[in-house]
């Protein structure tokens, strides 16, 4: 079973709409979520992490997060081009303490 | 300037050849993590470390070895035995445990076995 799942994508969407990335996770125990984006050939930076149900807003990100459904969403208002990336969900796995992560959602913003 | 480190950034090896990859961090982090990532693929944890002289293999340790003799350092060896390592090698720490640690990445470094 899958532990952190995401929509591989792409994910196109129009320059200035509302992008909404979606994951969801297995292990109801898991306390910490964690959204990356990761341009080609570089690195997963931190774009917003969230621990508690409801809505987290920084700028143009929201995170929300549903621990009753298992699920954690992304959502990028006024989409720009530069958001063009693969965004990455990942959840902490309590028992063990490692971080785990899905294999990323492909945006794509159109000029 | 706080952050983690890996060399080389781009590495090229002969097949049959071992090879190590270096990560530091000056973070004064606990845990250290080494991933490997495919195109177009997620991340795979190869192996981590939560703390100095300490480590668990991940989901793909086969081919691969670790130390973890300083808490500023965690190299990587990509050994013969593993039989496509051409890949991008990603390195990350973490404050230590608790569920509200945030978890960096370095830089990443590029293998390419000839």
């Known amino acids: 079973q899958k532990e952190v799942e995401q929509n591989s994508g792409p994910l196109s969407v129009p320059e200035g709409a509302i992008a909404s990335l979606n994951c969801t996770y297995s292990d109801r125990g898991s306390q910490s979520f964690f959204w990356y984006r990761q341009y080609s050939g570089k690195s997963p930076e931190l774009i917003m992490s969230i621990y508690s149900n409801g809505d987290k807003e920084d700028g143009r990100f929201t995170a929300q997060l549903n621990k009753a459904s298992q699920y954690v969403s992304l959502l990028i208002r006024d989409s720009q081009p530069s958001d063009s990336a693969t965004y990455l969900c990942?959840?902490?796995?309590?028992?063990?303490?490692?971080?785990?992560f899905g294999k990323g959602t492909r945006l794509h913003i159109l000029p | 300037d706080g952050g983690i480190t890996q060399s080389p950034k781009y590495l090229f090896r002969k097949e049959g050849q071992n090879v190590t990859l270096s990560c530091e961090q000056n973070l004064n982090h606990d845990a250290m993590y080494w991933y490997r990532q495919d195109p177009g693929q997620g991340l795979r944890l190869i192996y981590y470390s939560q703390i100095v002289n300490d480590f668990q293999k991940g989901d793909i340790a086969e081919g691969y070895s670790v130390s973890r003799e300083k808490k500023e350092s965690f190299p990587l060896t990509v050994t013969s035995a593993q039989k496509n390592p051409t890949a991008f090698y990603l390195c990350a720490s973490r404050g230590g445990r608790g569920a509200t640690d945030t978890q960096y990445f370095g830089p990443g470094t590029r293998l390419t076995v000839l």
């Open positions: 990942a959840v902490n796995i309590r028992r063990d303490d490692k971080i785990i």
